[in-house]
């Protein structure tokens, strides 16, 4: 049940730092995922990854930058938070480009004071 | 961009009733439907999912029907059992390069008593 993996599970910090969520995933997927929920539960694709191209939600603020070291890692890096950043970050990750299943990670709450 | 409505947003059934979950979309673009299972706390987990080549699919006592012409598609849950309370979310996806990018339904709590 670790395919994918997250951490911290709690984050809980103070408005105008730099934090960093760290996701893991031991399947050998290609592509990977962030996805932010908020709390009333809407969940957003905030990025695609894969090794050969990077899709941002439009959306999504620059402060959030995706850094991949390698194919099994996909961390995800936030400036200057902000009250509003507060929401649970998921990561996932699939297979390839003939499958289309994801599997999410736990989730990292992330609270902002 | 793609719009995901998704309806009800609660949905309460006594144990052994079906349950069912509408979405439409707006996009005719999207052509790949999931559909997630959240319990409390947990992640989302995909329980059944659908391609626009396809009118309907079942596993079990869960189906899934999509009307493309009218764009929307719907989760068919039969003789619920109070393991299926939990939230559920529907998403239409296009594909972007190797990946289909997924916008996602409000989502719909479903309590099943029992």
């Known amino acids: 049940d670790t395919a994918v993996s997250q951490t911290p599970k709690y984050l809980v910090t103070q408005m105008g730092n730099d934090k960093s969520i760290k996701c893991e995933q031991n399947?050998?997927?290609?592509?990977m995922y962030w996805y932010k929920q908020d709390s009333k539960k809407f969940l957003k694709i905030m990025f695609s990854y894969n090794n050969k191209e990077l899709i941002i939600n439009e959306t999504v603020p620059n402060r959030f930058s995706p850094k991949s070291p390698d194919k099994a890692h996909l961390n995800l890096h936030i400036n200057s938070l902000e009250l509003g950043d507060s929401a649970v970050y998921f990561c996932a990750s699939k297979l390839g480009t003939n499958t289309d299943t994801q599997y999410f990670g736990p989730g990292t709450r992330l609270t902002v004071l | 961009g793609e719009n995901v409505e998704q309806h009800p947003s609660t949905l309460s059934v006594q144990e052994g009733d079906s349950a069912v979950i509408k979405c439409t979309y707006s996009d005719s673009a999207s052509n790949y439907f999931p559909w997630y299972k959240q319990e409390l706390g947990k992640r989302p987990q995909l329980i059944i999912d659908?391609?626009?080549?396809?009118g309907e699919k079942k596993d079990q006592r869960i189906a899934v029907t999509l009307n493309k012409t009218a764009k929307h598609f719907s989760l068919h849950i039969t003789e619920t059992q109070p393991e299926d309370s939990a939230v559920y979310f529907c998403?239409?996806?296009?594909?972007?390069?190797?990946?289909?990018?997924?916008?996602f339904g409000r989502g719909t709590s479903l309590i099943v008593h029992p």
């Open positions: 998403a239409a996806s296009i594909k972007s390069g190797g990946s289909y990018i997924p916008t």
């Open positions: 399947l050998g997927h290609d592509t």
């Open positions: 659908i391609r626009s080549n396809v």
